[in-house]
């Protein structure tokens, strides 16, 4: 029975951050805190957090430079994923080459 109001009050938490940051976005942090009465601090977390992507606002909420960001980062994550890949068969191979020595 605990075990499912804390899923719930976790799921309004986040709802909460959500609309948290969609006032920021509207009045500002600060106001919006204080309006919150919430530290100004934990409001930038979750700006933070949903400028990066961690906190999920809905992709209409975000700017095209958030979404533009977003698109770059996973541009450069594809490429050294890539060259991590490629170093990871290198080390295979000689790692294969040494045992068979």
Known sequence: ME???MSENK????E????AVKLAKK???VKAANELQ???NTLYGWIRKARIGSLDIGCGE???EESLN????????RKRIKALEKEN????EINKFLRNE
């Open 3 to 5: 075990e499912k109001g």
């Open 11 to 14: 799921q309004y938490e986040n």
């Open 16 to 19: 909460y951050k959500v609309q």
């Open 27 to 29: 009045m500002g942090a």
């Open 38 to 40: 919430i530290p100004v």
């Open 62 to 64: 975000r700017s095209p």
């Open 70 to 77: 977003i698109a770059e980062e996973n541009q450069q994550l």
């Open 89 to 92: 068969k290198r080390l295979s």
